[in-house]
């Protein structure tokens, strides 16, 4: 049976790229994604080439995702994106709550929350971010990070539509370490994501979300994600800067009917 759930794979280039090499990446991606695939693919450039991007992408090959938006449309937030302004040059996804800015930049569950409900407000579909460090996995507190994460960013939100809303499952130790969760553990995480959701919204809507699995994902890795049930695709960093790479991802990735 096909799943509801559309596989996506979304690429985080992070703080890479100036605006030439982001559309020569762009070129090379649209070509090697020429092919009809089941897969959604998304890339998130840096704000600073997110306009140019997005009027590249013209085409449904390829969505464009910014990598963090603000809670307000407008207003005195210097440095900040605006989700209006993001949706409105053609971006229909935005990441937020990454494990970085979590890390550098002093971002807590209830600026999450603030970010998801403006990005929903907005018409953007935000994958929200969320993952235990290494010291929370081995004392034992996976599971009650993960339950603090996705209730405070979710809570009295209303139940987005379709695939609305996106998880990233992202464990920190695994992001730009080479050393991916394992299959198994990420799906047993993944299944817990989906019964919160369940909690917080409905079993319907919990049907509809999609899960990612983020952390050193590689085309030789991939599709042991994507075989587990609750797993619907990846965020990937360090692999999404190479259209060798990332498009491999994709492949792989399309073989899987979720
Ligand atoms: C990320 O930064 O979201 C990520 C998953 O990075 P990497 O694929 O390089 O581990």
Known sequence: MISVRRPLIAGNWKMHKNTAEALALV??????????????????????????????????????????????????????????????????????????????????????????????????????????????????????????????????????????LVIAYEPVWAIGTGRAATAADAQEVAAFIRQLIAELFNASTAAKVRILYGGSVKPDNIGGFMAKPDIDGALVGGASLSADSFAGIVARAGRYQG
């Open 27 to 164: 070129e090379q991606l649209l070509y090697r994604l020429r092919d009809k695939h089941r897969v959604e693919v998304v890339v998130c450039p840096p704000a600073t080439s997110l306009e140019a991007v997005c009027q590249l992408v013209s085409t449904a090959t390829l969505y464009v995702g910014a990598q963090n938006t603000h809670w307000a449309s407008e207003g005195a937030f210097t440095g900040e994106i605006s989700p209006r302004v993001a949706r409105e040059m053609g971006c229909k996804f935005t990441i937020v709550g990454h494990s970085e800015r979590r890390q550098y930049f002093g971002e807590t569950d209830a600026y999450v929350h603030q970010r998801t409900r403006a990005a929903l407000e907005t018409g953007l579909t935000p994958i929200v971010c969320i993952g235990e460090t290494l010291a929370q996995r081995e004392a034992g507190e996976t599971v009650e990070v993960i339950r603090r994460q996705v209730t405070t960013a979710l809570e009295n939100l209303i139940a987005p539509q379709g695939g609305g």
